[in-house]
Nanobody
Framework: QVQLVESGGGLVQPGGSLRLSCAAS????????MAWYRQAPGKQRELVAH???????NYVDSVKGRFTISRDNAKNTVYLQMNSLKPEDTAVYYC???????WGWGQGTQVTISS
């Protein structure tokens, strides 16, 4: 059974930075397109960014130029470097496969942007 553990969230001021990590266990991580998602209060979960097994990346327009997704297949870990954070980035952030069927969701990591 695949387990996903997200970490690295916190409370930062607008304009600040955070680096999120997601460690996967129980699978051959390197073969999958991995993605970061987020869910803000009262909203549906949305795709933020994804990275292929060959490290090609794609981002939702609202984070382009500010967020960077990367992966370390040897560590079964995917990262999300978030810079120039805005209040609207406040959400619980999750990682998972991009494509269906997805694995069970982890607990996520809370990111709060506030002054």
């Amino acid at each position: 059974q695949v387990q996903l553990v997200e970490s690295g969230g916190g409370l930062v001021q607008p304009g600040g930075s955070l680096r999120l990590s997601c460690a996967a266990s129980g699978t051959i991580f390197s073969t999958y397109i991995m993605a970061w998602y987020r869910q803000a209060p009262g909203k549906q979960r949305e795709l933020v960014a994804h990275i292929t097994s060959g490290s090609s990346t794609n981002y939702v327009d609202s984070v382009k130029g500010r967020f960077t997704i990367s992966r370390d297949n040897a560590k079964n870990t995917v990262y999300l470097q978030m810079n120039s954070l805005k209040p609207e980035d406040t959400a619980v952030y999750y990682c998972n496969r991009l494509l269906m069927p997805r694995w069970g969701w982890g607990q996520g990591t809370q990111v709060t942007i506030s002054s």
